[in-house]
């Protein structure tokens, strides 16, 4: 049961401590009293009623803060029990939600015991008003009781800890019951409240506090508060590892600490911050010390940096199996590579070849004696010198071609030196052995004078002599590479992703961009997500050098493969990714350095290159657009349009790319002033009227040579004319004749050549040039003359000059152009 509070008027505490002594109360409190009492009827109807006018003044004051939401719910306000159960509305047994004062039954010293005083009127009242709140407590607590009763589970779960029970324990919670008796606690009861476990009610959404501001001052002072969190407290981490620019929170999160714990830590160091700024490297490590932990930086993976599958060797020794070896094939022009290769493959390339030169690296796998052999097809025109030194990059062993009937060339010294510097062995091939004229032995003497000294001589260069043409001693060339090869324990691990280069790249009408590719470590397989260059995609076909369809390609292998989103470079490097959107990760942020690459090459002047920079713009330069059908030749006939060596002019190579001219490269050689130059390949029918609209000079070859050339003579077409000084005449004065109107006229006589109209004159008189400039007239006799010749007598007058002497001589010249070398 409700602990009964007695209320009575005498008991009325007082507000102040010099409240005077009364002996009695006033009349108005009595007749207040008297009018409480009247009320304090049992409520028969069940309901609620508002206690507005019970309790006299003191319920009237406190009125205010009956709201709903249960003061001191939370347990903060024990102290304060007995005065809210003083308070509580006695009608529905609910506690006075707040209070404006703490109120205390007990006089303070200094205080006057009212109840102690002496009052029979008082008494009177007090018997009457318990009376009164014992039957309307009884009242109220009889609807109130069933619920809880039949709903005992709801009550156990909703009543927080702390509060009182509506079963059996009523009345002995913290507001002595009320809760289970009336409305309220009906309301309590029946309805769950998420108390989050804490014992606390949530509040509903129309718990405001109400009152005056003082009012929700105090209650909101007197509210439950919210629980506090407690983080788990977990252990710091033994390395704290970051990376630069972490917040406080990143690190809050890996210190398993609070952020304002750090924060606080942070202003102790002298570090103001917040939660969301950014730390520096010096920062977090000066932190972790604080901790005493140990800070290490995350070493963030570029993603785009595909060459550290190259650097790094993960491969795993235990699965290392033997491989074919990759063999180029370099020589001086026409000294038999493409004809051996032909010989290897059965086929007939050199006829199809324009201009009877190989265009671009392909590769081609022999076999002898079940044993493999990749070849690299690379050309021997000096064009393709770039390409060879990266055919060289990917090879094991260089064979030399030189021709027996030719000897050792300019190119086949270039080849020795690119074999050189990719540390790859030599053997000598010396070809047409079978040509009138051959001269094996001299070739070895040549070439020993470029550290190429056979083994017979005491070297340890193999050579053999073949016939290319006739497949004489070919076999035996291949023992020797797989001899080689064998010295060289060629290994790779078939086990790991693959990666390799790329030999040829090219558009393809259908399939796209087409690469043959050569696999340097790994296995690549139909499927395999791949970044090849600054592209990626998913390897869709792959076909080997037949054109046979295949699912995987070991070490050593050159396949064909489609798939890619854009064309490669010949020399590429690809790596097959863990999975696409690594690989498009990768190879995006791959183009957009290149890109970015290249921008910065064209715009960035700094003052150690601004006077290059001044001097370069000064040059004259031949703008061309460079169009091909494979990669090789696009990269073969830009270098050798760079090298044209021509004073003063230089080739621009704006744009150059595979595949046929189309609009926008027209719209590009508009802007930019631009030749386009097809190799092998044609404008599309729209770029070609588009051409013919803007005069767009667009030239077609199939022969570099021929490019070149025309690009060549373009650019001395370029050059300012110069001029040089030619003596033509040599004219001695004989007399002066003086005419009013014209001035003085000389009479000479041409001594040497003739003097035209256009000659300048240089006027010597004793051995000194006293005038030079422009003839003004010319004449024989009366009449204006365009020349005189040799051993005639003519008059003349000079511009802007009249001192002229009889004796004096004149050297007759002209200016004439003179065509660059
Ligand atoms: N008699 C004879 N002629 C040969 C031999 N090898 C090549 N030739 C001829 O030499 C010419 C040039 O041969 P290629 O194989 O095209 O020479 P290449 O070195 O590939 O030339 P480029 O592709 O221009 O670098 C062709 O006419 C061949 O038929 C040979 O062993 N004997």
């Known amino acids: 049961m409700a602990e009964e509070k007695k209320f009575s008027g005498s008991n009325r505490p007082a507000r102040k401590q010099s409240v005077p002594e009364r002996k009695e109360l006033p009349a108005s409190q009595r007749r207040h009293a008297a009018k ?54 006695a009608n529905t047994g609910r506690p006075m939600m707040r209070e404006k004062k703490s109120w205390s039954t007990k006089p303070r010293e200094g205080q006057i015991n009212y109840s102690a005083q002496k009052d029979d009127s008082l008494k009177e009242y007090v018997s009457e008003n318990n009376k009164a709140k ?87 002072k007197q509210a439950p508060k919210k629980p506090v969190t407690v983080r788990k407290e977990q252990p710091l981490p033994e390395v704290l590892e970051y990376k630069v620019g972490m917040n406080v929170q990143d690190l809050a999160k890996l210190l398993h600490r609070d952020a304002t714990e750090i924060i606080k830590k942070l202003f102790l160091l002298g570090v103001v911050t917040n939660q969301n700024q950014s730390l520096d490297e010096d920062t977090i490590e000066v932190l972790a010390a604080d901790y005493g932990i140990e800070a290490k930086q995350k070493e963030e993976e570029d993603v785009a940096d595909i060459d550290r599958f190259f650097d790094d060797e993960t491969i795993n020794e235990e699965a290392l199996e033997p491989r074919a070896p990759v063999v180029t094939i370099m020589g001086h022009v026409d000294h038999g590579k493409t004809t051996l290769l032909d010989y290897l493959r059965k086929t007939n390339v050199t006829a199809g070849e324009a201009g009877g030169i190989t265009q671009h690296i392909g590769a081609y796998q022999a076999r002898l004696n079940d044993k493999l052999i990749t070849f690299l097809d690379t050309p021997g025109h000096a064009a393709f010198t770039e390409m060879r030194a990266r055919g060289a990059n990917v090879t094991d062993i260089t064979v030399l071609v030189v021709a027996a009937d030719d000897g050792v060339q300019p190119q086949t010294i270039e080849a020795i030196n690119h074999a050189k510097a990719a540390g790859t062995p030599v053997i000598v091939a010396v070809n047409k052995i079978d040509k009138e004229g051959a001269n094996p032995e001299q070739v070895m003497n040549e070439l020993m004078a470029h550290d190429l000294v056979p083994e017979e001589y005491g070297g340890d260069t193999i050579f053999v002599q073949i016939s290319a043409k006739f497949g004489k001693n070919v076999d035996q060339l291949l023992e020797m590479i797989l001899l080689e090869a064998d010295v060289l324990e060629l290994k790779a691990d078939p086990t790991q992703p693959a990666r390799g280069s790329v030999i040829e790249a090219r558009l393809d009408k259908g399939r796209g961009p087409v690469s043959t590719v050569l696999i340097q470590q790994g296995t690549l397989h139909v499927g395999d997500p791949i970044v090849v260059g600054n592209t990626y995609g998913r390897v869709r076909t792959m076909t080997n050098e037949k054109g046979h369809d295949i699912d995987a390609a070991k070490p050593a292998t050159p396949v064909q493969i489609t798939g890619l989103n854009e064309v490669p470079l010949a020399g590429d490097r690809f790596i097959v990714m863990a999975d696409e959107k690594t690989a498009r990760a990768a190879g995006e942020e791959r183009a957009k350095r290149a890109r970015e690459e290249v921008r910065n090459a064209g715009s960035v002047v700094t003052l150690d290159t601004l006077f290059n920079t001044m001097a370069e713009k000064a040059m004259k330069t031949v703008p061309v657009i460079v169009k091909a059908d494979v990669q090789g030749s696009v990269e073969a006939l830009t270098g050798s349009l760079k090298k044209i060596e021509v004073d003063g002019v230089r080739v621009d190579v704006v744009h150059s790319a595979v595949g046929a001219i189309n609009e926008s490269d027209v719209s590009l050689a508009e802007a930019s002033g631009a030749i386009i130059l097809g190799f092998n390949v044609r404008p599309t029918p729209f770029a070609k009227s588009q051409a013919n609209n803007d005069k767009i000079d667009m030239r077609f070859y199939s022969v570099i040579y021929d490019a070149i050339d025309d690009v060549t003579a373009a650019m001395k077409g370029q050059l300012e004319p110069v001029y040089e000084e030619k003596v033509i005449g040599q004219i001695v004065v004989k007399e002066l004749f003086k005419f009013s109107k014209v001035g003085t006229i000389a009479g000479a006589s041409v001594e040497e050549g003739k003097i035209t109209k256009d000659s300048k004159v240089r006027i010597v008189r004793n051995g000194t040039v006293i005038y030079d400039g422009a003839l003004a007239s010319l004449q024989r006799g009366k009449d204006a003359v365009n020349e005189v010749k040799f051993g005639y007598e003519f008059g003349f007058t000079v511009n802007k000059f009249n001192d002229i002497q009889p004796g004096d001589t004149v050297e007759a010249y002209i200016m004439e152009e003179v065509k660059p070398k």
């Open 36 to 89: 409480l009492s009247n009320d304090a009827k049992p409520n028969t109807n069940g309901r609620p009623r508002p206690n507005v006018n019970e309790g006299g003044q003191n319920a009237r004051r406190n009125n205010n803060s009956n709201g709903s939401r249960p003061n001191g719910q939370g347990g903060q306000n024990n102290n304060r029990r007995q005065n809210n159960n003083r308070n509580a509305n």
């Open 134 to 220: 014992q039957a309307k407590q009884q009242a109220a607590q009889k609807p109130a009781a069933k619920k809880p009763a039949a709903k005992p589970a709801a009550a156990q779960t909703v009543a927080p800890a702390g509060q009182a029970k509506t079963d059996g324990n009523a009345g002995t919670g913290r507001f002595g019951g009320s809760l289970a008796s009336g409305n309220n606690s009906a309301r309590n009861n029946t309805r769950k409240r998420n108390t989050n476990g804490t014992g606390q009610q949530t509040p509903r959404r129309n718990d405001k506090p109400h009152g005056s501001k003082k009012a929700r001052r105090i209650a909101a």
